[in-house]
């Protein structure tokens, strides 16, 4: 029953998607065509000459009504036709997906970072407030939600690299001293360990340290804050005060009782963390010169390079609703709540 | 004539009781006073700051580059030679002038159509509720590029994109503000005496929403002001020898490895300074328009 129940929420979850992704192509279509100025005069770049502008209309069949247009750029997002970026000469699709592993290994290990540090730090807020764990947690989410994103990265290269040089120079995935490692998941870290080649891996971690604690950094905030206060209204509840008469060991009462129900909260806030650390993700891959889709789509700004930067934003569009659509799943799956509902 | 001195009375009774609150909040959280000491710093830097500093923002000097920081040039010189500290103190009035523009934009647009599709429902709710979910669907920053990308590289479209992915958060609450007080007793009463509902929704319902609101307008402030830094660190919207925290702190980037650290300090710590005024802002403003909520 239970089981037939989570997997009729999950359904339910994944068609409610539907109409946010159709907002989102819709939206990343309007911003390709139907904003002031000439659509094709971007697309041909700032060298083209009428000619080969009218020849681009025609190509992209800017010269037909809006709603065919529509459904012609549907269709070449069906084929995973994102268009021609004109700065690199090549299918902004196949750029995309050949830098989009160095964004999710960056991402990735930040948020496990700071989810590392986050919650332990919220927990510990939580069960003992007004002590100095406390006064931490809230000087850290107060400073944490201030700090600009680039500026902690070059803090961190100042200190780390100039002064100190324990850091590796912040220049991209991997030093020129070492190959990358032959390609399994696009993650260096995990396909150097693959080829057991421990000296290649290190030297990954190494870089991919600092850009990932300033990510990291920035996403704490949220998650301590969250995680205190959901601690915090859970151990006032009956149901702890029960569990604590009944002289249940305290680490059970903290993890078992309190911090199963706490979670839930903290993951619905995730959605928010995920927003923000795909923005910064851009910052700190400009900071870091890391290779990634964030740096490509800065990169393309800067020579006006639109269907790039599009593609861009619908991936990350996409790569969000993904994340949230897991969030989700996630949450029927360990809300306890759900499995006494029988 | 005695209710005409007591409805006369009252406003300024109320603003004296709002003083008197004013103060105890601010002598009773050090903090919320600290913050509007710095608030009022930032706006004085705004508004007066270009006539106060010691040297001409835009003036090179080539006799004197990358200097540290000393007593003639409090905040050192940059790789053109010009003077850091007046350049960072004319930035404010910029980066502020941004924040401001969107915010405001974004409050008065987000609220009107939250306040409509509250007060309202129905179709109106839903087609809000699913413009500003497609917003929301985008990592924020993310659509700003996107939106500066498209609409064109200068300062104005730079208000716009901030202003676009900040009224969710406004749309979102004044819907649920008006939505809870659209059948209060209040209303009741002020539909019956005859006001049309534009007049109940603009004269009654609104005004008594604000409160959240006003927190929620100096928290997003802050926001605003790292988004629009942000997105000129990546070179949108201002242009290059206009003094700008975000572009500044972008050019001292290049100088960090080489260790000219004050290029990309100091105004990166103006900007810290001016969102963590904005936040520490809205914390004592939460204190003083609802006491329930006080932490």
């Keep these: 029953m239970t089981h037939l129940a989570r997997s009729r929420l999950v359904g339910w979850r994944l068609l409610q998607a539907i109409p946010v992704i159709v907002g989102i192509i819709i939206v990343s279509f309007l911003l390709t065509r139907a904003l002031p100025g000439d659509p094709a005069a971007y697309f041909a770049g700032p060298a083209a000459d009428a000619a080969s502008i009218e020849q681009i209309r025609v190509s992209m069949g800017l010269d037909r009504p809006l709603p065919v247009q529509f459904v012609a750029y549907v269709q070449d997002l069906v084929r995973g036709d994102l268009g021609i970026s004109i700065s690199t000469g090549q299918p902004v699709m196949h750029e995309l997906t050949t830098r989009l592993p160095a964004s999710l290994e960056l991402t990735g290990v930040a948020l496990l970072f700071s989810i590392a540090i986050a919650m332990p730090l919220g927990i510990l807020a939580a069960t003992r407030p007004n002590s100095w764990v406390d006064h931490l947690c ?85 998650i301590a804050r969250m995680t205190r206060a959901a601690m915090l209204q ?56 890391w290779p990634g889709i964030g740096s490509y789509a800065v990169e393309a700004l800067v020579v006006s390079d639109y269907a790039a930067v599009q593609g861009f934003v619908l991936t990350m569009a996409l790569l969000f609703v993904t994340l949230n659509l897991i969030i989700d799943v996630i949450y029927t799956l360990v809300d306890p709540r759900l499995g006494l509902e029988e | 004539m005695t209710t005409l001195t007591a409805d006369g009375a009252s406003p300024l009774a109320g603003v004296r009781r709002f003083l008197r609150h004013l103060l105890y909040v601010m002598t009773d959280n050090p903090m919320t006073a600290f913050a509007f000491m710095l608030f009022l710093l930032i706006v004085g830097a705004a508004l007066v700051g270009p006539w106060l500093v010691p040297y001409d923002p835009l003036a090179t000097n080539a006799g004197s580059t990358l200097q540290p920081p000393s007593w003639q040039h409090w905040f050192g ?18 980066d502020l002038m941004i924040a401001v523009s969107a915010v405001a934009i974004a409050f008065v647009v987000g609220s009107t159509l939250g306040a409509i599709a509250g007060f309202y429902g129905g179709w109106a709710e839903r087609i809000t509720g699913r413009c500003m979910d497609t917003i929301m669907a985008f990592p924020l920053f993310v659509l700003a590029m996107g939106i500066v990308a498209a609409a064109g590289n200068t300062v104005e479209n730079i208000i716009y994109a901030t202003a676009i992915i900040n009224l969710p958060f406004y749309a979102r609450m004044a819907r649920t503000e008006v939505a809870v007080r659209r059948n209060a007793g209040f209303v009741q009463a002020a539909r019956l005496s005859g006001n049309a509902d534009w007049r109940i929704l603009a004269f009654q319902i609104f005004p008594n929403s604000l409160p959240p609101m006003m927190v929620q307008i100096s928290l997003n402030m802050g926001w605003a002001i790292l988004n629009a830094a942000g997105l000129s660190f990546i070179g949108l919207g201002v242009i290059p020898p206009t003094p700008e925290w975000g572009i500044m702190v972008a050019e001292g980037a290049n100088y960090i490895i080489s260790g000219h650290w004050w290029l990309a300090l100091f105004p990166g710590l103006a900007l810290m300074l001016a969102v963590f005024t904005f936040n520490l802002l809205g914390d004592g403003l939460r204190d003083l328009v609802d006491p329930q909520r006080r932490t």
Excluded: C
């Design chain 1, 138 to 222: 809230r000087a850290v989410v107060t400073a944490g939600v201030s700090l600009p994103t680039f500026f902690t990265g070059l803090a961190l290269i100042y200190v780390f690299y100039y002064l100190l040089g324990w850091s590796p120079s912040p220049m991209g995935r991997l030093d020129f001293l070492h190959l990358s490692p032959p390609k399994v998941t696009g993650f260096y870290v995990i396909d150097a360990l693959l080829a057991r080649d421990l000296e290649t891996a290190r030297a990954a971690l190494a870089q991919l340290l600092l850009p990932a604690i300033t990510l990291g950094l920035f996403t704490l905030a949220p």
């Design chain 1, 234 to 289: 859970i151990l006032e509840g009956e149901f702890i005060r029960t569990a604590r008469a009944a002289g249940l060991p305290r680490r059970q009462v903290l993890f078992t009782y309190a911090l199963r129900n706490a979670i839930l909260p903290v993951i619905t806030t995730l959605g928010m963390v995920f927003s923000f650390a795909l923005g910064a993700n851009v910052l700190v891959e400009k900071v870091f010169s």
């Design chain 2, 77 to 94: 010189t940059d790789q053109l030679g010009r003077d850091v500290f007046s350049r960072v103190v004319v930035a404010t009035r910029l």
